[in-house]
């Protein structure tokens, strides 16, 4: 069960308005800071949940007060509980159906497209990873399920990204080998592949 009705994503340019507006958007409102700090590129980025209208109220005072150093910012005023649950870190097991993996240069782009995704269809949102130092900050999520689901659910993120000047890539694979969905259901950060699951392991 979520534990936040609606959740809100702000990246900035500058380190310093980063932290200037967490405060202020904390004194705006009553929120939970979900998670704050600073991320690739010299970036900082605040994730807020709480109430509908709190989060709202508070994701505007954090816009008017950073203004030109909001690089990009979502709301999720009823967020899905698959997406709740990935931006607290939960990452599901990857099946043996089709898989897809979508990558923006904003974190704020792909949990928008992740909401619309898993609200739209049937697919497991197995990971989303945000802005960590060795993707550069970028985000990827990592989606599951029947072909036609997953098929689905990129067409409806592609509409949303179409037309944003960001870098945006999208790919789907029909039939993961296996050793492939064994390895996305650890997770897809090299730090954390476990050595003992590949020896003696051959792929075809």
């Known amino acids: 069960m979520k534990k936040h009705t609606a959740i809100a994503v702000v990246e900035f340019t500058s380190i310093a308005d980063g932290i200037?507006?967490?405060?202020?958007?904390?004194?705006?409102?009553?929120?939970?800071?979900?998670?704050s700090?600073?991320?690739s590129h010299g970036r900082?980025?605040?994730?807020?949940?709480?109430s509908t209208a709190s989060v709202d109220e508070s994701l505007q005072e954090a816009l008017a007060t950073g203004q030109s150093s909001v690089l990009d910012h979502t709301?999720?005023?009823?967020?899905?509980?698959?997406?709740?649950?990935?931006?607290?870190?939960?990452?599901?097991?990857?099946?043996q159906e089709a898989v897809a993996i979508l990558e923006t240069?904003?974190?704020?782009?792909?949990?928008?497209?992740a909401e619309i995704a898993v609200k739209g269809t049937g697919v497991r949102l197995v990971e989303?990873?945000?802005?960590?130092?060795?993707?550069?900050?970028?985000?990827?999520?990592?989606?599951?399920?029947?072909?036609?689901?997953?098929?689905?659910?990129?067409?409806?993120?592609?509409?949303?990204?179409?037309?944003?000047?960001e870098h945006v890539q999208l790919r789907i694979i029909s039939r993961p080998h296996e050793a492939l969905t064994r390895h996305l259901s650890t997770g897809t950060r090299f730090a954390d592949t476990s050595m003992r699951e590949l020896e003696g392991e051959e792929v075809s």
């Open 20 to 35: 200037y507006c967490t405060d202020a958007l904390l004194k705006k409102a009553p929120i939970a800071m979900i998670k």
């Open 37 to 39: 700090g600073t991320v």
């Open 44 to 50: 900082y980025l605040i994730v807020i949940g709480g």
């Open 75 to 95: 709301f999720l005023p009823d967020v899905h509980e698959q997406v709740h649950a990935a931006v607290l870190g939960q990452h599901l097991p990857c099946e």
């Open 105 to 113: 240069e904003t974190i704020a782009a792909n949990v928008r497209a």
């Open 128 to 165: 989303l990873r945000l802005a960590e130092y060795e993707m550069s900050g970028k985000a990827i999520s990592v989606y599951n399920g029947a072909l036609h689901e997953v098929q689905a659910a990129m067409e409806l993120a592609a509409a949303f990204l179409r037309g944003r000047e």
